[in-house]
């Protein structure tokens, strides 16, 4: 159903809290809607799979982690295709949001230059993921693979990925019942977590360790 009022960061949270999000039909249209899928997609916090190639491109460790270096870029960056749901009214409450230290973006960095990276919601013990990237081969995996052990390492239980694909499904992401769905998000909204905190280890033999991939 088309918003017919005006959203604020704060009602945007309320939806999230209720188990909805918001999207535009495409760049151009000012209005957004609030989505409620019947089966909804999630990725097991246990259950990431690095491949043998994902885990030897890991291994190069030829980029850089970073934790909010450059939020709107990477908001922007999802936005930068032929047809996007992310329409002027979105970025803004999302740079709002970011602001607020609840939403947050985790990015590759190749020689300098943004390669790729993810941004998402964060409320509770639950991470929304929005959206994702890549101006690299291989970053938008990167970053997913980074994403999953840090929202472990930093004590979140949840994490949504609104809808599944092909790619996500291939890395170990699964779609489950709504009804499912909230009962993981009650249980995740019971306690907090903080995304952007000191002393998160991200090297590639740590995320491969938690993964439990030692050679």
Known sequence: MKDKFTLTPQILLSGYAQGIFPMAESRD????????PR?????????FHIS?????????????????GDFEAVLNGC?????????????????????????H??????EGELAGGVYGVTLGRAFFGESMFS???????IALAYLVDHLV????????????TPHLASLGAVEIPRKAYQALLR????EGAFFNVEGVDHSAAGVLQRNGQTS
């Not at 089966?39 to 097991?44: K, L, M, N």
């Not at 996007?84 to 602001?99: F, V």
């Not at 101006?135 to 995996?141: E, F, I, P, Q, V």
């Open 187 to 190: 249980e995740a909204l019971r």
């Open 52 to 68: 043998r190639s994902l885990a030897r491109r890991l291994r190069k460790e030829d980029y850089e982690i970073r934790i909010n």
């Open 39 to 47: 089966h909804r997609g999630i990725f097991p916090l246990d259950g």
């Open 135 to 141: 101006y690299r081969r291989d970053a938008s995996k």
């Open 79 to 103: 936005a930068d295709r032929d047809e996007t749901w992310i329409n002027p009214t979105i970025h803004a409450l999302y740079m709002s949001l970011n602001a607020m230290d609840r939403a």
């Open 153 to 164: 390492q930093t004590g979140f239980t949840l994490f949504d990925t609104q809808f599944i």
């Open 29 to 36: 249209d000012p209005e957004v809607f609030w989505v409620d």
């Open 105 to 110: 973006s985790l990015e590759v960095w190749m």
